[in-house]
């Protein structure tokens, strides 16, 4: 149209404009050891420099979002400070200084006038070797995070540090003093930690969450309420709080530490006297992150706390007197880590546990949801069979209390929680096990008691749990064979969906428990992996049910046998099954025809196959042949007489078999172990099976020791009669003979095949 455009073209040219002013933004310089970037209208920026100073001052002054990493390897010790200067970027938002993984000797100096007159940094994040004033960071009164950790300021310049700069930061967060100081001068500070005067003159009510791991504290007071009203999450793991007299101390007068938990959510005091490993370096995302801090559920009142603690102190001390006012104070922790602590003996630790048990004291409710004491060796010298939580511990959920030596606990320590996870991993309760009252725990979900040294599982343990969703049993000495079975009765426990039973002594798992997880509600994992399970033949039912059964059978293509490496599946069933496949080889070679029918009708060349070992030969010679055949008239396919030569061996024995009424077995420990009598053995069992008729007369010739019977000769054994020779008995020998004459004699019976 003409004088004017054309509607038509204004998309296009709307792109293109957004495209060259998108591209203009983007294109912003960018030092060379430098990588920047826009990201939701912020200028990033990411540098690994040997020259911080240098560095800094060629970042562009948009930049929002400035990582320093500086290359430790650039420096020789006694290489000059460096004094970078950050007062052209004034919309600075998030700032890091840190090294990469090798420690970095060279020190960072900033001043006052090191940063804008109006800063707007929210985050500053700092791992370098920190030289600074004590107003250097008075301006930043936007920050919302704060990290200072190696830095080269004294503890001792700390409050001064505190009462200069950081009480200016009004809508400060998060205040982490990871290893504050490298210095190794060891300060007063250090040995009593007193917030009221560290953070003398300060108060931050915005403050959520504080950390002074790793900074070689020995005892810390409580009042850290008093400079952070507002303080949720408390760290101060990896110092040195398990020193004897601090653990003495508050066992004498520990009623004062129930003030450090005015209005927190979570305190961490794991890891005493264990040097905390070094950290990962940060990212750029680190300046954007905002995971939530969590809250207490309910808002202590910390002037009615001090009131009721200074009339505890102000009372006579009687038992009667302090349970009546300490049952007053307000604890609001959801949360407590204490696990890993080490350098404390057991005596300090006695002390404790006889503070905390004191039956006389009622001691105040709590909101605790979540207790770990993992990993601490020494809590079992306290005697746990004696302990239990002084303190209101129903609302407790979580409580991890793995590898800790304990074999028993008191009777009634769980009864009173809510838990829904209890894991008791890598203790030694054996047969403490029993005393366990997890029953009464009826919501419960999680329950570990892996590497327990448990031998005998009882099933009234668990029986009823119906919330139960894990049970963890791996790593003990559970057995599980014909003998001895493992049985749990998982009709009561509708929810269970992971039964771990990994690395016991587990050989199968028998029918009824097999029935039952069929009935289980889907999903349904059971773990055995790292047991013993039994490729026996017998057992092939159980080997079937592992591929078949409806439940997931973890890592079932990995599982290996007792003494086999063959991989449990297919494969098993064909091992099994190896010498009817063998002997329908055969017979196929020969072309001869199985009768199946109800009567046995064939002419047989002979009326029994003798199997026996070689050095039995002269028993058969001079005794079976001589009474049987010359007297009775028999006629046996004896292998040292009848066998011709030239033939394949198996092939004659499946021949004469297959030509003989019966199969004789002359049983003795020889012929147990003797290959040639195994296959004689199970080619007379495999035709049992083919015809449908009882081929088998079974004769123990010599006592066979406990144990040495192959399963399958055992089961032959076990379902028909047999006969044993007498060696010194006339009578007993004749009765012998008329027995085994009626036996050849008899029609080849049907019996049921496989």
């Known amino acids: 149209m003409a004088g004017g455009l054309d509607i038509k073209m204004m998309g296009p040219i709307i792109a293109f404009i957004f495209l060259l002013t998108t591209t203009a933004t983007a294109d912003v310089p960018c030092p060379d050891d430098c990588k920047c970037f826009l990201r939701d209208d912020k200028h990033f920026a990411e540098c690994y420099t040997g020259n911080i100073t240098n560095t800094v001052s060629n970042v562009h002054p948009h930049t929002t979002h400035l990582l320093i990493r500086l290359k430790s390897a650039a420096y020789a010790l006694d290489q000059p400070d460096f004094w970078p200067s950050f007062r052209h970027l004034g919309e600075l938002e998030g700032l890091i200084l840190d090294h990469d993984e090798r420690f970095c000797y060279s020190r960072i100096r900033l001043e006052h006038s090191s940063f804008p007159a109006l800063p707007r940094i929210q985050r500053f994040m700092n791992r370098l070797q920190l030289s600074m004033s004590s107003d250097a960071l008075s301006g930043m009164v936007m920050m919302e995070k704060l990290t200072l950790s190696n830095t080269v300021v004294e503890w001792e310049a700390f409050p001064s540090l505190m009462n200069k700069s950081v009480c200016k930061m009004q809508r400060l967060t998060t205040l982490d ?62 110092n040195y709080l398990t020193r004897t007299n601090y653990m003495k101390h508050i066992g004498m007068t520990g009623i004062e530490e129930l003030l450090l938990f005015n209005n927190l959510h979570s305190i961490d005091f794991s890891n005493q006297m264990v040097p905390m490993k070094t950290s990962t370096p940060w990212q750029i995302g680190d300046l954007t992150d905002n995971p939530d801090i969590p809250q207490p559920t309910i808002q202590c009142n910390q002037t009615s706390n001090e009131f009721w603690y200074i009339k505890i102190m102000l009372s006579d001390k009687s038992h009667k007197a302090i349970d009546q006012d300490l049952k007053n104070l307000c604890i609001s922790l959801e949360r407590a880590v204490g696990n890993n602590l080490q350098g404390t003996d057991s005596s300090s630790l006695g002390v404790l546990a006889n503070f905390f048990n004191n039956e006389n004291f009622t001691y105040p409710p709590t909101q605790l949801r979540y207790l770990d004491l993992s990993n601490n060796a020494l809590l079992g010298y306290i005697g746990m069979a004696n302990f239990n939580f002084p303190f209101g511990v129903d609302h407790l959920e979580f409580l991890n209390m793995q590898e800790n030596v304990f074999t028993v606990f008191h009777h009634d320590l769980f009864s009173n929680m809510s838990l829904k996870t209890l894991l008791l991993g890598n203790n030694n309760l054996g047969p403490g096990v029993t005393e366990l009252n997890v029953r009464d725990i009826l919501d419960l979900q999680v329950l570990d008691l892996a590497f327990n040294n448990i031998s005998n599982f009882s099933a009234a343990l668990v029986d009823g749990m119906s919330s139960l969703r894990e049970l963890n049993l791996t790593g003990n000495n559970i057995p599980g064979n014909n003998i001895i079975d493992f049985n749990v009765n998982l009709n009561t426990m509708g929810n269970l969906s992971l039964l771990n039973l990994s690395r016991n002594n587990i050989e199968i798992l028998s029918s009824s428990f097999r029935s039952q997880v069929e009935l289980q509600r889907l999903p349904f994992t059971i773990d055995l992996s790292g047991n013993p399970l039994s490729c026996r033949c017998e057992d092939l039912d159980f080997i079937k049910w592992l591929r078949s059964n409806k439940a997931s059978i973890h890592n079932v293509n990995i599982l290996t046998c007792q003494d086999s490496s063959v991989l449990v599946g297919g494969v098993i069933v064909i091992y099994c099954k190896r010498w009817r496949l063998r002997y329908w080889w055969y017979i196929t070679r020969r072309g001869w025809q199985q009768f199946t029918s109800s009567a046995d009708t064939t002419d ?151």
Request: hydrophobic fraction near 40%.
């Open 604 to 754: 047989y060349d002979y009326d029994a196959f003798v199997a026996y070992d070689f050095k039995d030969f002269s028993w058969v010679k001079h005794q079976l042949m001589v009474e049987m055949e010359q007297k009775r008239h028999f006629r046996f396919c004896v292998p040292h007489r009848d066998f011709p030569g030239g033939e394949v061996l198996e092939e004659i024995i499946v021949d004469r078999i297959h030509k003989s009424r019966k199969t004789i077995l002359l049983l003795t420990p020889d012929f147990v172990k003797s290959h040639w009598c195994e296959f004689e053995f199970s080619m007379a069992r495999s035709r049992l099976f083919a015809s449908g008729n009882d081929v088998i007369v079974a004769v123990i010739l010599k006592p066979l020791p406990s144990g040495c019977v192959s399963g399958s000769l055992y089961q032959v054994l076990k379902k028909k009669l047999y006969l044993e020779w007498e060696n010194d008995d006339a009578t007993g020998q004749d009765l012998f003979w008329r027995k085994l004459s009626d036996a050849l004699t008899q029609t080849n019976s049907i019996r049921d095949s496989e």
């Open 177 to 238: 003093l990871t290893q504050f100081s490298t210095e190794t001068v060891t300060s007063s500070i250090q040995d009593i930690f007193k917030p009221e005067q560290v953070f003398i003159g300060c108060e931050i009510p915005s403050l959520k969450e504080l950390r002074i791991r790793n900074n070689g504290l020995v005892r810390i007071f409580p009042k850290f309420y008093v400079p952070f009203p507002g303080l949720s999450v408390l760290d101060m793991s990896h």
